[in-house]
């Protein structure tokens, strides 16, 4: 079954505390993206990658890194968490052959920073 | 540059009834248009797309929408709502058929399906 899968699914840390949230994709997909979702704001983009090695800025970037050292994984990183980072976050993933911009989500990754 | 609103944040409707969603969007090229829906504590599933072919559209579990070029819009309906729709649905737009990479989300609409 084709998935997206991430890690951890609920998380409460503190203003400063680094955390990583894993995202792992069994489909071969080349194109892999985060986004955070906030009430009244839909989804906004954080970082998106075409490929390994190949990783860009989305629209709400400030705060996370990601990297893409392999095809299947692609994590989200805090170094120093923030409130307002408080979020529920989205990895998703598609592939070249799947239709025009379909993605696939993963179940989701409430944080909640105090 | 390309955007979207959906025009009700919630829409409540009882069981059985027709479901009408409602989306507008603004695109400089002929866009891609898809909806996505989100049960409680899941991911986004994608309902249905339009990518230029039969301007009516149908998608699972009943779903479909209609890309109206004159009027900017892309309403989702439903014949009869079941207690099983009542989740969260989000209109998407995209410019580049080529790359997710431009998808731009609306804020979303709140389902209610009453009994």
């Known amino acids: 079954e084709a998935q997206v899968t991430q890690n951890p699914r609920y998380l409460i840390t503190v203003t400063g505390k680094k955390l990583t949230v894993t995202c792992s994709q069994n489909?071969?997909?080349?194109?892999m993206s985060w986004y955070r979702q906030d009430p009244g704001l839909g989804l906004r983009q954080i970082y998106y990658s075409m490929n390994v090695e190949v990783t860009d800025k989305g629209d709400v970037p400030e705060g996370y890194k990601v990297s893409r050292k392999e095809k299947r994984n692609f994590p989200l990183i805090l170094e120093s968490p923030s409130p307002n980072q408080t979020s529920l976050y989205f990895c998703?993933?598609?592939?070249?052959?799947?239709?025009?911009?379909?993605?696939?989500f993963g179940a989701g990754s409430r944080l909640t920073v105090l | 540059a390309q955007s979207v609103t959906q025009l009700d944040s919630h829409v409540s409707v009882s069981e059985g009834t027709p479901v009408l969603l409602r989306c507008n969007y603004s695109s400089s090229y002929s866009p891609s248009l898809f909806w996505y829906v989100q049960h409680p504590n899941k991911g986004l599933q994608l309902l249905l797309k339009?990518?230029?072919?039969?301007?009516l559209v149908k998608g699972i579990n009943g779903f479909e929408a209609e890309f109206k070029k004159s009027e900017t819009s892309f309403h989702l309906t439903k014949p009869s709502a079941h207690m099983s729709d009542a989740a969260e649905y989000f209109c998407?737009?995209?410019?580049?058929?080529?790359?997710?990479?431009?998808?731009?989300f609306g804020s979303g609409t709140q389902l209610t399906v009453l009994p």
């Open positions: 998703a993933g598609q592939g070249a052959r799947s239709g025009a911009n379909v993605l696939t």
């Open positions: 489909m071969n997909h080349e194109y």
């Open positions: 998407v737009v995209s410019e580049d058929v080529g790359s997710a990479r431009q998808l731009t």
């Open positions: 339009y990518t230029s072919a039969a301007t």
